[in-house]
């Protein structure tokens, strides 16, 4: 089994915001694409932070109380107070006018195009994150996910035991879908 490296595993082109997109902006592309977080790049290209739906949900929580097992409730169920706002409104109008920067994590965690995906792995698991930018010289080429790295050892696994490829789904973009013996779902 040769030795796999980031660059074999990576998602590219990738899906970004930029610092002063609004969160809805985000949430908005996050859902589009099926994924959990975005890196953010300013006008540059430079990497300045990772945005995530768990940030967003965070921001949520903070500012509208939503995003609690009783915020959904309350969102759900709560009528529009005489000249109040609903926290459904609350959260729409959070979301239009907050800005990326002002939730993201501002130091995210990369990994070089150049490093094995052994060593991607350990950096997922050091440092508890769910994706790393990849760099090349400074400038961000790929975004590497968990699950992209598990794709890529499953499929190692597979081609080292001769099994059939249809039992280890090929990395693809979009919402991961279950393979059985019968096909995809």
């Not at 940030?55 to 109040?84: C, F, N, Q, Y």
């Not at 792995?121 to 990849?134: A, E, M």
């Amino acid at each position: 089994m040769h030795e796999k490296m980031v660059t074999d595993a990576m998602t590219r082109p990738v899906r970004f915001v930029r610092p002063s997109d609004t969160l809805a902006t985000a949430a908005g592309i996050l859902r589009e694409h099926h994924i959990s977080g975005l890196p953010v790049l300013n006008a540059d290209g430079d990497l300045v932070g990772i945005i995530s739906e768990r940030d967003i949900i965070k921001e949520l929580h903070r500012a509208t109380g939503v995003g609690s097992p009783r915020g959904l409730l309350d969102l759900l169920l709560e009528a529009p107070s005489t000249g109040g706002v609903s926290s459904l409104e609350a959260t729409r109008r959070r979301l239009e006018h907050a800005r990326v920067e002002e939730v993201m994590s501002a130091r995210p965690v990369t990994i070089d195009a150049d490093d094995t995906l052994e060593e991607a792995i350990r950096v997922l698991r050091q440092f508890g994150v769910n994706r790393l930018p990849v760099l090349q010289k400074g400038r961000m080429v790929g975004i590497l996910t968990r699950q992209d790295a598990i794709i890529a050892l499953a499929g190692e696994v597979r081609r080292s035991a001769n099994l059939p490829a249809r039992l280890i789904p090929a990395a693809h973009p979009g919402r991961p879908r279950l393979v059985t013996a019968e096909g995809r779902r």
